[in-house]
Every structure is written in structure tokens, then in C-alpha cells.
């Protein structure tokens, strides 16, 4: 559950919430600069944003996590060995076009590193590199260089906002989360909205912190909120090749309640992986799915990612159409199929919270099925309609609401328990991946 | 490979050709009835065909598999003991609904083989039934019981074309395959559109022979030719709850060479396989993947399904946009997923036979990019267009070519291959699914 149940009337007030929760932790700017250039493999020009978020001073405290996809890109490469340097000064994110199995890429990284460093006063082994976006196109690696000086002049310790705003690709609006605590804070940004099944981390996460904790607990507590976080969501259930999340602390503020920051910053990844989802390509219904009384968390969760990722019970619930048979045959496939020694005897379901499956047959009814087509209407984010030339695009670039369509699964087999988020498969989602080219 | 590239200009030319495949091979009949009836769980009337296949004599030498899932329908859990009876007479199909974890659907099944044993004069336990159709509703007993007799009283030993059509439901034409051999015949039949990943078996196939092979041995030939027919295709990665293949032989023709006939029946496989995914739902590109060079033929199995079933790769093909950096992301989530310690660094990749990757890099430039849209291009079956109201669906009921987009993947780790079949993710797809309540 998010921590407060928010809706919104228009871009407006999104954007005005946005605002509200952008102020920086102590020691902490951002910077961003945006440029037209030429991409190597494609016909015409293209847009690019570099966003520099920097520390007033190198902190041994950071975190990060990376994708487990096995072609990971060459920032993800880079990233990895940054994990054992003893600061980091600076993270420099590209968004347009991800470095992955590019000749030379790891190469191109580090020298963006390298002069982002020398602009900054820093060794180049404390800059982290991110790059998000097409995959198997080259970084355009003069032209990043030659814009680092304009983002490195606009850096601002007043709001995180234009870091939010800079790192997107496909997503539908920026998305913060952020906690207030002890005296200081935690803020965090994420970008993500296809390719969305993180393995370890999500698409592109920062979060920044002035609350001070050693290294080691630091990463010790992202390895925990991001099991129940971004490792539980899945728009799409293709694992990008770039996924990071990154947790860096100023250490300005002396921490005074490790359990208490470790709880803050569980929600607000709970929170941004949420957001996540909701702006996902072609999201029109969010789906939340509890599995219980699995005999474990990995069972309960796969079990979960399964439903989420069944294209057929998705495009029902695009379509409003509670086809709880759908429900069933996802469950069953991934049972028959990963754990085909468990009893679902004893299985019961429920969506709405009305239920709908128990003791091994269906539980339905005329009355029943015309609550389940509300509760499906409920949690509608906008209404679905084509432009006259055919292609689907979400009318909204905000949250309405953060209403789910809440799907309940016991198996009465045991303890464990999981939440997963997923989304519907829509008209929107194959516009936004087959009518244009990406 | 099919055993023929077939092309069809127009609906006509494909049912004359569908007529002259359908002769039944010696010892069989045929029949069907339509009629309308009230589902128990719907607001308004439907409409059913039951089809009746029968044996002038029953029969012991007859194989079946069924679908893997944990919840499988009420006819298969009757078709999994008809295995041990001594010989079958007749199957029993009905499409519309299917059976499964409706409260007394076991009883429902067995009812239903109990008439059509009487009518044909045979014992109730060698009749195999099999439903497909909405999950979740039940069976309407009464008006099938009704309905048996006019099947009966329709049976003909002419032509399999009237059960090939009888046993659809959101397929876009009938299938039939044949071989002639040794003066005997092999006719097959497939029903399948959605939810079409079988684990064992796939949808309803009903497979016919004259030509004598005892049981035991027609039941490993069958369970030789589903492993890689049926089970290396998946239209949208769900798998039905009521999967059936049926090989069932009349014995009235010696059998002079084993080997020939094994041969045989697995093209026949083959080749409803693939008319299974080229008909499928929304399915507007045929996607053949070929996997070498993988440790094991499981493992080449497994990627090509993980490819054939990426979304955001699906919807790119749909778009006739070589996106293949969807293509590799898709092989790397599934390698960092499933055999993480797999050597990528040899890989190479084909599309349409033009090379894309080597040796950890893309090889891609301006000119295989115009080729790569043009392979695209030249095997996507119709063209893709909404009504105004937009809603997508196909606007043709026939196959028109057996062209595909062909990928080729090799890993360089071994002697491990398969040949997996897929489709594109489409409107069409979407709209089949979430624009009608099915």
C-alpha cells in the first residue's frame, strides 16, 4: 500500500504535488541540460538529456543495485566496479539511448565519467554513469561531452525536480517519492515505463539521503527494500538491460533511528516502484495482487508475477471484463508448470474482495459478475479511445487516482505471503511499441 | 519446415484446398450439430456445435496428451483414465464452453460420453470427451444430451472438413494436414488460437489413421511428434486448461515401414502446429526462431519460447520495426534469469538472414536496417487497420502465405537446437481479447 492514497484532478495539481515533494537533502544538486545531435544508425536527428546530480563532497556511504539481464549495458559494467571504490561524487545520467553491446561502449562510459570528474573537481572513479533508452544504437559520445559544461553550470541544491524531469524516456509523467525524518530526509526519482520486470533493481532509480549510514548497512537495507519493492512489479515481463537503483547518502545528518530510516526507505521505494507501474506504457488498470498461504515468498511472488504477466487475463482487465477463467488458467499454468506438486484444493480468490473461486470450483453469479465489472470501472486510470488515424495514446500525463483493481489469492499451503504489481495489456501498450518506431 | 509453402489468394482457394485434404482415412465418420442454448452464468443465449468422431469398430492402438496445467478442465481428468480402458469408440467434442472447475463437471462429462455411448451402441468408457471454450461457465447438459442424437443421425464417412469446423471457437479458419502413405492415410485436425503455450499438448488435435501401429508404440510416436510440434509453439505464453492431441488409428491398413510412418505423422504435427499460430489471435506476423549452438535442446527450447513470447519484441515485429535490441534484451533476460553462468561472448544473430549481432556487438547500419523492415514487411499476413468504432480485427479468414519472420540464433555452446514458432503482439490481438467479452 502506498503511504497515502493520492488523486488528482489535472497536470496541474500533479505537478504542484511534484513540487512539494522535490526539496533536496543537504549536500546534494542537480543539473540538466538537453541537445539536438545526429544518432549514427538512424535517418534523422534525435533529443538528449544529460542530468548530473552531484555531492558537495564524495561520500563513502552509497548503494547500488543493478540489472540481471545478461547482456547488461556498458554503464551497468562500469557501475559494478564503482561498488568497490571508496566514494562517490557524481551520478551522470543519458537518457535517448542506452549503451548496451555497443563496440567501444564501456570505453564511452568512462570517458563521459572522466570529463563530467574533471568539470567537478572529483576522480573519475567516484562518477556513476546511467544511460537509458534505445537499445543497440551508439551514445553520440562528442555530443554528450560537449553539452556536461552547460548541465554542470545549471546545478541547483534547491529541488530534485529537473533530475526527475531529465532522466525519462516513454514515462508519462516524473515520479518522486520522498520521506521526512530525524531531521533530515530521504527523496528518490525513478524512470521506468517498458521493459519493465526488474531482476535485482528497477529501469533507473535515485535515491539521496542526508541521513548518514555506514556503507555496508546502507547496502544491506537497498538489497531488503528492493526485494519488496521493485523486485515485485512488472509492466511488461521483459527485464531491461539497464536497470539501476542507486541509494547515495551525504551523511549530513546523524542518523538516530536506523530502524525507523530503514522503514522510510522501504516506503518510498514501495512507493516509486508503484509509480512505476501506474505510469507504464499503456497502463489504463493497475493490478494488485496478494498471494498468501504459499509455502514460501518465492513461490508466492512468482505465483504473482505470474498473474500480472498473463496476456490474456490482462487484456480482460483492460477490457473491464472480470474473466476470472483467465484468473484460473494463469494460476494453474504456472503451478503445472514450476510447482507442480502443490494442492490447490483449498485455493480460493477473490478480486474486489468478492469472491469469486473456492475449494477447487467457481463461485459465481449474475449479481456478482456486475460488482466485478464496477470494481474493474473503479480502478480505470482514463478511458480508452483511438485518434482517428488509429493509434492509442493515454490522454492524461498525471495520476487520476491510485486506485487497483485488488486481486486476492490464498493457497492455504503455508506462511508465505507476497504483494505484486503488475498492469493490463491495452491498445495504448501496442501503439506506444508497434505504431511508432522507437 | 511445413512439407508444403503454401499461398492462398482469397477464402474460396483455401477451402477447396481444406476439401482436398479432408478425405477421412478408412474406418471413420464424422458428424456435428448447432443449437442455441442459455448459459446459467450469462445474461443472453449462445450458440454450440457438438462433434461427434466415431470408429466402426472400437479401437485399442489410440495415444492422447493433455495439457500440464495445475487445473486442468473436467474432460481431461475423464481423458487421463481413458488411457487405460481397452480400446475407444468415439470422441465427443463440444465447443463454446469449456469444463473446468465448474461444480459437478466430472459428473456433466461422463453423462454426456454415457448418451453417446447408447446412441452408438459402445461402452460409456470408451468414449473420450473434450470442451473448449469460455473458463468459468458450465456446461448446459441438458440442451448437449438433446443434442446428441441430430450429431449422430449427421455422422458421414466422406469428409473430416465438417469436424475440422466444428470444434472452433476464435480461430480465423479450420485446419486440416494429411499424409499418404503405404496405402493408408494420416488426417489431422487442430482447434487453437488463444492461449496457446501447450506443455505436452496443445488445444484439441484430433490426429486419424487406417494404418495399424499397436498402442504402446503409436503412443510414444505421439509423444515423440507433440515435443517438437505442439510443444515449441506459444501464441501469447498461456496455457490452456484443456489442451488435448489425440492420435487414434483404425488399424484397416498394414503397416509396412514404422519409420515412415512416425516420420509421417510428426509433419503432420508439425504442420498444425504452425497453422495454430498462423491463425492465432491477433497474429499478423509468424515468428520462426532457430536456436543452435545451446548446451542442451531444452535450453535452445526455453530461449526460443523466451523470445517468441517478449512483449515488447512481439509489438516492435508488429510494427515491421527490426527493434533488435528488443531482441537481445529478450535473450538476456532470459539467460541472466535461467542459466546465468551461459557464455554469451560467442553469440551471434540473424534476421531474415542478415547478420545483426557477433561477437558481443550489434552489427547494424543504414542499409540492413532498410532490408531488415523489408523481411518484415514481406511476411506479415494482412495489413493492419481499425473499424471506426476502433476495434481491430483481420481482414482475412485464410491463410494467404506461410512466409515468416525467420531468426536465427546461435549460441556457439554446443550441439543443442529447436525450432520455436510464435506470433506478434497486435491491436487485432488486443481487441479479441478486451474489446469483447469473450
Known amino acids: ?17 511534484l513540487a512539494s515533494q522535490a526539496s533536496l537533502p543537504a549536500g546534494f544538486r542537480v543539473g540538466t541540460t538537453r541537445f539536438e545531435f545526429m544518432p549514427r544508425e538512424a535517418p534523422k536527428p534525435a533529443k538528449m538529456t544529460l542530468t548530473l546530480i552531484t555531492l558537495d563532497q564524495p561520500t563513502p556511504d552509497f548503494a547500488a543495485m543493478f540489472t540481471r539481464n545478461a547482456f547488461p549495458g556498458a554503464p551497468i559494467i562500469v557501475g559494478r566496479k564503482r561498488l568497490d571504490e571508496p566514494a562517490l561524487g557524481a551520478i551522470i545520467v543519458n537518457n535517448k539511448i542506452s549503451n548496451v553491446c555497443a563496440p567501444g561502449g564501456v570505453e564511452a562510459s568512462e570517458q563521459i565519467c572522466a570529463k563530467a570528474a574533471a568539470l567537478l573537481g572529483i576522480a573519475p572513479t567516484s562518477v556513476l554513469p546511467s544511460s537509458t533508452g534505445v537499445i543497440g544504437w551508439t551514445l553520440p559520445v562528442d555530443a554528450i561531452l560537449n553539452g556536461l559544461p552547460a548541465a554542470a553550470a545549471s546545478l541547483t541544491a534547491s529541488s530534485i525536480l529537473p533530475a526527475a524531469e531529465g532522466i525519462v524516456t ?10 521526512d525524518l530525524g531531521g533530515g530526509s530521504i527523496v528518490g526519482i525513478a524512470k521506468g515505463a517498458g521493459m519493465i520486470e526488474p531482476n535485482l533493481a528497477t529501469m533507473l532509480v535515485y535515491i539521496l539521503t542526508d541521513i548518514a549510514i555506514p556503507r555496508a548497512e546502507l547496502r544491506t537495507m537497498l538489497a531488503r527494500a528492493v526485494d519488496v519493492s521493485f523486485n515485485t512489479i512488472s509492466i511488461d515481463s521483459d527485464t531491461s538491460t539497464s536497470d539501476t537503483v542507486a541509494l547515495v547518502s551525504s551523511s549530513k545528518v546523524p542518523c538516530s533511528d536506523k530502524a525507523a530510516f530503514e522503514k522510510a526507505l522501504t516506503q518510498v521505494c514501495r512507493d516509486l516502484a508503484e509509480d512505476v507501474v501506474r505510469n507504464g506504457e499503456g ?4 493490478i494488485r495482487v496478494n498471494v498468501k498461504g504459499a509455502p514460501s515468498r518465492e513461490i508466492s511472488r512468482a505465483l504473482g508475477k505470474a498473474i500480472v504477466n498473463a496476456p490474456l487475463f490482462k487484456c480482460a482487465v483492460a477490457g473491464n471484463d472480470p474473466n476470472v477463467g483467465r484468473l484460473v488458467q494463469a494460476i494453474g499454468k504456472h503451478v503445472g508448470a514450476h510447482a507442480p506438486g502443490l494442492d490447490l484444493s483449498r485455493l480460493s480468490a477473490r478480486i474486489g474482495g468478492i469472491e469469486i473461486f473456492a475449494n477447487g470450483a467457481f463461485r459465481l453469479d449474475p449479481t456478482k459478475e456486475t460488482a466485478l465489472v464496477a470494481h474493474l470501472k473503479g480502478a480505470e486510470l482514463y478511458a480508452s479511445a483511438p485518434t482517428k488515424d488509429g493509434v492509442f495514446a493515454p490522454p492524461v500525463d498525471f495520476p487520476p487516482h ?3 483493481v485488488e486481486i486476492e489469492v490464498d493457497l492455504a499451503n503455508g506462511a508465505g505471503e507476497c504483494t505484486v504489481f503488475g498492469g493490463d495489456l491495452t491498445h495504448e501498450y501496442v501503439s506506444e511499441n508497434a505504431d511508432y518506431r522507437s
Open 283 to 286: 497502463v489504463r488498470h493497475v
Open 1 to 17: 500500500m502506498p503511504s497515502t492514497q493520492l488523486t488528482f484532478s489535472s497536470r496541474d495539481a500533479h505537478r504542484t504535488w
Open 402 to 404: 491510485e486506485r487497483c
Open 170 to 179: 516513454t514515462d508519462l509523467y516524473p515520479k518522486i517519492r520522498r520521506a
